[in-house]
């Protein structure tokens, strides 16, 4: 964990596993006037002895962390932190988005996002508002009431397409042998397919995800 002594107007930790978009992001921060990074962290472990211990106004937050994710971090931070908003900034698609808001998340960013959105975005959940990159608030309604981009209902709407596809298989037993050679992809694919699958889900194995799959009619011939 690194530290920049500051006192900005808006004091942000960036929570991160990657060391060169870390950087790239604190400049970009940095840059502006109002806003400094006051601390990095590159686990969710040490998110809670990083905010306890520099007091940020705002969180930037990657799901994809070693160990808990950054939405289990974000859980985390809502029960013990409360008043310091979290702004997800991820490379996960917006089919994350649902599972952020309930962790507790404020706003949802992914990355490739200009500079001025990062920074509106950084200011408006720091004054208590929420903010949402483009195309992804025009997503909120169809997220929250289960429903696809074409209004069908969807089975666990949480889920992309894949990892539906993906969850399937898993129910119907296969391994991620077989579930790699059928969907013509890497094992390693499906194991971070799986690794996602289980987080939305808040599952902790295989088993539990099978239960989830076959109670939304997964699994099934």
Do not use: W, Y
């Amino acid at each position: 964990m690194t530290s920049v002594d500051a006192e900005p107007t808006v004091r942000v930790l960036i929570v991160d596993d990657h060391p060169l978009f870390r950087s790239g992001l604190r400049a970009a921060l940095d840059s502006s006037d109002d806003i400094r990074v006051v601390a990095e962290a590159d686990t969710a472990a040490e998110v809670p002895d990083a905010v306890e211990l520099h007091r940020p106004d705002v969180v930037l937050m990657d799901i994809m962390l070693p160990g808990a994710s950054g939405i289990e971090a974000t859980r985390t931070l809502a029960e013990r932190a409360p008043g310091v908003p979290v702004l997800i900034l991820t490379m996960c698609d917006d089919d994350s988005l649902l599972h952020a808001l309930r962790a507790g998340a404020r706003g949802f960013l992914l990355k490739g996002a200009g500079r001025d959105t990062v920074l509106h975005a950084v200011r408006t959940v720091a004054t208590g508002g929420a903010a949402f990159g483009p195309h992804i608030a025009e997503r909120i309604g169809a997220l929250l009431s289960g429903l696809g981009p074409a209004g069908a209902p969807q089975v666990l709407p949480m889920l992309t397409a894949r990892e539906r596809e993906v969850l399937d298989l898993v129910a119907r037993g296969h391994n991620n042998h077989r579930i790699a050679r059928e969907l013509v992809v890497a094992e390693k694919t499906v194991r971070n397919h799986i690794g996602h699958i289980f987080d939305k889900l808040q599952v902790d194995c295989r088993a539990q995800a099978v239960a989830r799959a076959r109670d939304a009619g997964l699994g099934t011939d």
